[in-house]
Antibody, heavy 119, light 110 residues
């Protein structure tokens, strides 16, 4: 059974940092593209970032480019999202998803972790 | 606003059919695969359709996808109250080198 479990969310002040983790199991993590998607309270889905299986190619939404860094540790079956210089508008539930937007879609999703940016 | 345009809401009676459109451009819908997601209240999104018209294992054939030109369509037949959810289309935008979602469509089964 495929499982994606996010952690690391919480309350942070504007300008602060957080690192989200996504522990994956039930599939060959090292062979899968992975994606972060967020959803602000009461709003729609927003693609945040993706990286290919090897981790050598990464992609970011303009809204987070230069502030967020996606990475993976294939030895730990874990996906990360380092978030720096956080803003109020980054407040959202962050979902980890298996796959990429350009291929077979995002076929499995985690339950999400809430990030709140507020003073 | 979103790169992909969806109607904010659609509604139909139980047992009826509904379609949800997703309008884009040559840099996204025309030249890339479109996927569709269902988000029930309080839950993560779930993949309904991938590669324009394919259903993952376990998705009933009441759900279908199609694409023509700059638009993709999600069709749902035999509507059930349990289909009430938000539906999103998504794809890759080759010009932006970014993933894109539609703004979402809220389906109400009257």
């Amino acid at each position: 059974e495929v499982q994606l479990v996010e952690s690391g969310g919480g309350l942070v002040q504007p300008g602060g940092s957080l690192r989200l983790s996504c522990a994956a199991s039930g599939f060959t993590f090292s062979s899968s593209a992975m994606t972060w998607v967020r959803q602000a309270p009461g709003k729609g889905l927003e693609w945040v970032s993706s990286l290919i299986s090897s981790g050598t190619s990464t992609y970011y939404a303009d809204s987070v480019q230069g502030r967020f860094t996606i990475s993976r540790d294939n030895s730990k079956n874990t996906l990360y999202l380092q978030m720096n210089s956080l803003r109020a508008e980054d407040t959202a539930v962050y979902y980890c998803a298996k796959g990429g937007m350009s291929s077979s879609g995002l076929d499995y999703w985690g339950q999400g972790t809430l990030v709140s940016v507020s003073s | 606003q979103s790169v992909l345009t969806q109607p904010p809401s659609v509604s139909a009676a139980p047992g009826q059919k509904v379609t949800i459109s997703c309008s884009g451009s040559s840099s996204n819908v025309v030249n890339n695969y479109v996927s569709w997601y269902q988000q029930l209240p309080g839950t993560p999104p779930k993949l309904l359709i991938y590669e324009n018209n394919k259903r993952p294992s376990g998705i009933p054939d009441r759900f279908s996808g199609s694409k023509s030109g700059t638009s993709a369509i999600l069709g749902i037949t035999g509507l059930q109250t349990g289909d009430e959810a938000d539906y999103y289309c998504g794809t890759w935008d080759s010009s932006l080198s970014a993933g894109v979602f539609g703004g979402g469509t809220k389906l109400t089964v009257l």
